[in-house]
């Protein structure tokens, strides 16, 4: 099966000041776990853009992307339009892991980060899970109402706001603490500082998607390599998503 195919933009849609919501159809026969990325080519760039997959449908044969525009590449998707063709490597990455046998797992997104947990709750629940979903953002401003999104699956969902303009003020652990919530496995994707926080203060087992620079995206150039407790791992092709313990933070 090929990772690098075309693929047409069916819907690109402004949520808030910074974010899109990009609807993309084409093969999606080698996605195989929620978490996974695509690696977009962006017209007159040379390295391709990673960013996760939010969310899909095998049955459509759609995949839906959650973007922040921060640069050029990202400002040029924002410029697609319906019909445009984009040509993408997609199913990349190990994802999140479905078989840790929690109950109730908490998905724990901070920023952009929050995408990747709407396919993951998605398919928690569909294999008997009770997720709970907490998201973290700065400010009211830039939550465009996910929680929403997953309300409508069926999954409890929280937010919490560094300035305190919506949900809880604090951070996604302020959230855990001040609702009570407890679980037995963690999933996080969001900023360095976050998941450090989470790896080193819940004391449950879980794992997280972390971010980098990266080249090609499928392993072969080594450049974003880290330090992993087990040697150097690559965060595109062993990761994104690392277990706790096999990261030195
Ligand atoms: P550039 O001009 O390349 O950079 C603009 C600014 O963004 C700079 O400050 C730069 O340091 C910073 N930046 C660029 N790339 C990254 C990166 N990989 N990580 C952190 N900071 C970066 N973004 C989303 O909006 N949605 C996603 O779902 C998403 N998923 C990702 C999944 C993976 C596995 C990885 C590695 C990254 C993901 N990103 C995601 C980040 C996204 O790839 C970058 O924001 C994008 O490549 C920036 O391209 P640009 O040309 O617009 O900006």
Redesign the pocket.
């Known amino acids: 099966m090929n990772i690098k195919n075309n693929y047409t933009v069916i819907s690109n849609r402004r949520l808030t000041h910074k974010t899109w919501v990009m609807t993309l159809c084409g093969d999606t026969g080698m996605i195989n776990a929620p978490g996974q990325?695509v690696n977009i080519a962006?017209p007159g760039?040379y390295l391709r853009?990673?960013?996760?997959i939010?969310d899909y449908s095998h049955e459509r044969g759609e995949v839906v992307?959650?973007?922040?525009?921060?640069?050029?590449?990202?400002?040029a998707m924002s410029e697609m339009r319906p019909g445009d063709t984009v040509d993408m490597l997609n199913g990349l990455?190990n994802g999140f892991s479905t078989d840790s046998g929690a109950r109730r797992p908490l998905l724990l997104g901070g920023g952009?980060g929050c995408?990747?947990l709407l396919n993951l709750a998605r398919t928690l629940k569909r294999l008997g899970q009770e997720p709970v979903v907490i998201l973290g953002y700065n400010t009211a401003a830039d939550s465009f109402g996910m929680e929403k999104w997953f309300e409508e699956i069926g999954v409890e969902a929280y937010i919490a706001t560094v300035d305190g303009s919506a949900g809880t003020k604090g951070f996604v652990t302020d959230v855990i603490r001040e609702k009570g919530i407890s679980g037995d496995y963690f999933h996080a994707c969001g900023p360095m500082p976050m998941l450090r926080a989470l790896c080193q203060g819940l004391d449950i087992p879980g794992e997280v998607?972390i971010?980098?620079?990266?080249g090609c995206g499928f392993g072969t150039c080594m450049c974003?390599s880290v330090e992993a407790a087990v040697g150097a791992k690559r965060?595109?092709k062993d990761g994104?998503v690392f277990r706790k313990e096999e990261l030195i933070w």
């Open positions: 990325f962006i760039k853009r990673p960013i996760s939010c992307l959650l973007y922040d525009v921060v640069g050029e590449g990202t400002g990455g952009i995408a990747p998607s971010e980098s620079r990266m974003c965060i595109c994104p």
